[in-house]
Each structure stands twice: as structure tokens, then as C-alpha cells.
């Protein structure tokens, strides 16, 4: 079983901008694709994007022109670039292994990153 460890979260003004960074304890070259995900305060999680193996990548609608997903196979790490940043962006951010992306189904869960946004 693959261990992720999110890092990059913090607090940021509106309009400012974040990269996450999920870091896994071995190879991801062979999963089959990679996510994020957030929950907010009386919130479900939600998928925010995801990215598979092949590097093709879906957003959810709230975020797509603003985030960029990506991931780097040498560096067992993948990562979420956040940009124009909104306080409906504020939210714990986790980084999941998916077994497939339509629909989404993790597999596995880091511990998650704070983000918080202010007006």
C-alpha cells in the first residue's frame, strides 16, 4: 500500500496563488491515476482534478482556468498548482490513488493539507 504525504497548504489572500505537492512512498509510474480532493467545513469531499498515468487530466467545474494538476513519475509526486485563488477554495486538500477516473474511485488517502482563503 502506497503512503502519501500532502504538503503546501497555508493561508493565502483572494486572488493569490498555492502549489500542493503530494509526495508517494514508492513508484506511482504503475497506478493507474492520481487525484485531488477537498472538504469543506460541513462539506462532502469533493474531486477537484485528476490525472492519469497517461497524463490526461478532468477538473472539477469550480476550478477549471485555475488549477493545474501534474505529476512527476521520477519524483513519485504529484502536484496541484492553484492559481486566482477564492475563499470557496477554503477547504483540507487530499491527495488520493485512484483505480479509475470516470467515475473517480480512490483507493488510497494522505492525511490532507489546510488551505485557506481570505477576502
Known amino acids: 500500500q502506497v503512503q502519501l504525504v500532502e504538503s503546501g497548504g497555508g493561508l493565502v489572500q483572494a486572488g493569490g496563488s498555492l502549489r500542493l505537492s503530494c509526495a508517494a512512498s514508492r513508484s506511482i509510474f504503475s497506478i493507474n491515476a492520481m487525484g485531488w480532493y477537498r472538504q469543506a467545513p460541513g462539506k462532502q469531499r469533493e474531486v477537484v482534478a485528476t490525472?492519469?498515468?497517461?497524463?490526461?487530466?478532468n477538473y472539477a467545474d469550480s476550478v477549471k482556468g485555475r488549477f493545474t494538476i501534474s505529476r512527476d513519475n521520477a519524483k513519485n509526486t504529484v502536484y496541484l498548482q492553484m492559481n486566482s485563488l477564492k475563499p470557496e477554495d477554503t477547504a483540507v486538500y487530499y491527495c488520493?490513488?485512484?483505480?479509475?477516473?470516470?467515475?473517480?474511485?480512490?483507493?488510497?488517502w494522505g492525511q490532507g493539507t489546510q488551505v485557506t482563503v481570505s477576502s
Open positions: 490525472i492519469t498515468n497517461a497524463g490526461g487530466t
Open positions: 488520493a490513488t485512484l483505480l479509475r477516473v470516470a467515475p473517480p474511485r480512490p483507493t488510497n
